[in-house]
């Protein structure tokens, strides 16, 4: 089993990142196919193309196909922006759950679609502010997560390490060796273990579903960075589209818009990358109306979801 980390050449916060990565030791070139260039070190292959980074789908099942390595997971390298132009490093799961059958998804994946979450990236995460902290990018850049958003289309667990917001920041050397270290220690390619295993016989299975809230899930944040929590699908507002039923006494359970789809997607991609795991949805109370409260609880109960506090997640 390996591990494909996915780097462009078109995107200096992707490349740059993945050139501090091929400056470390152990690395020997891989084979190239299908014009993407690959590097090898133990268990870790590193890919480079020359297109957008959301734009090449099943690279999981092409790598497998080309050279008989079984995928374990997919780390794609990539810049972020916001309308802030904030300086930050974000990490986030992919997917486009909430888009309908006949919607052309922006930014890569597949309508109604979400991958497997990365069960990395709570851990990661937390490794990244450390390390973001002793390279001292803090208080400049924001550590973050993100909410699920975008493709390509995989079929493995999968995760994006985001460098933003500005071509200043993409461009910066500092922020990419930061990203170079969490890839190389989160991995474990520096001899110590990899950061962020999981397994059913972890002794704390609990992971967050995250419900509602803004692109950055800043409640969903607070839980996140506290030690042995794990992180699933992290759906915002926007990834839950609900038709507001006005005055009208409308049973929730009824309230149209793929909502529902979304969550469920959600949920499913998330069990699947957390065999054996609690998963536990979160709800970001304070940017939901009441009736989508309403709406949204009836309907975790029906798929059997607990919804839990804070404290429920330690």
Same mark, same amino acid.
């Given at each position: 089993?390996?591990?494909?980390?996915?780097?462009?050449?078109t995107d200096p916060a992707s490349i740059n990142p993945a050139a501090a990565l091929l400056a470390m030791p152990g690395w020997n070139p891989g084979p190239s196919f299908e014009e993407i260039r690959s590097f090898e070190n133990q268990h870790v292959r590193l890919l480079q193309h020359d297109k957008g980074i959301v734009e090449e789908?099943?690279?999981? *099942? #092409?790598?497998?196909? @080309?050279?008989? %390595?079984?995928?374990?997971?997919?780390?794609?390298?990539?810049?972020?922006?916001?309308?802030?132009?904030?300086?930050?490093?974000?990490?986030?799961?992919?997917?486009?759950?909430?888009?309908?059958?006949?919607?052309?998804?922006?930014?890569?994946?597949k309508p109604g679609w979400a991958a497997l979450p990365d069960p990395?990236?709570?851990?990661? *995460? #937390?490794?990244?502010? @450390?390390?973001? %902290?002793?390279?001292?990018?803090?208080?400049?850049f924001e550590i973050t997560l993100e909410g699920t958003h975008h493709g390509p289309v995989t079929n493995k667990p999968t995760m994006f390490v985001e460098i933003g917001s500005t071509e200043e920041y993409w461009k910066r050397l500092d922020a990419a060796q930061v990203v170079c270290l969490l890839i190389w220690e989160g991995l474990g390619l520096g001899g110590s273990a990899a950061v962020g295993n999981w397994s059913r016989e972890s002794d704390k299975k609990k992971v967050l579903l995250g419900i509602g809230g803004g692109?950055?899930?800043?409640?969903?944040?607070?839980i996140v960075m506290k030690d042995g929590v794990w992180v699933g699908h992290l759906l915002s507002g926007y990834s839950l589209p609900m038709d507001d039923p006005g005055k009208s006494k409308v049973d929730p359970s009824s309230i149209g818009g793929t909502w529902k789809k979304s969550i469920q997607v959600a949920y499913e991609a998330t069990?699947?990358?957390f065999p054996g795991g609690e998963i536990i949805a979160?709800?970001?109370?304070?940017?939901?109306?009441?009736?989508?409260?309403?709406?949204i609880t009836g309907f975790l109960s029906e798929l059997d979801i607990?919804?839990?506090?804070?404290?429920?997640?330690y």
């Open positions: 089993m390996v591990t494909l980390v996915v780097a462009t050449t789908d099943h690279l999981d *099942l #092409r790598w497998r196909d @080309k050279t008989g %390595e079984e995928v374990d997971e997919l780390v794609f390298l990539s810049k972020h922006t916001a309308v802030s132009n904030r300086p930050a490093i974000t990490v986030h799961p992919i997917g486009v759950p909430h888009l309908r059958d006949d919607e052309v998804p922006p930014q890569g994946g990395r990236i709570g851990p990661w *995460l #937390r490794l990244l502010k @450390k390390l973001a %902290e002793s390279h001292n990018l803090i208080p400049e692109h950055y899930a800043p409640r969903h944040m607070d069990k699947g990358a979160h709800l970001d109370h304070k940017s939901l109306k009441s009736w989508q409260k309403a709406a607990k919804i839990g506090k804070p404290n429920d997640f």
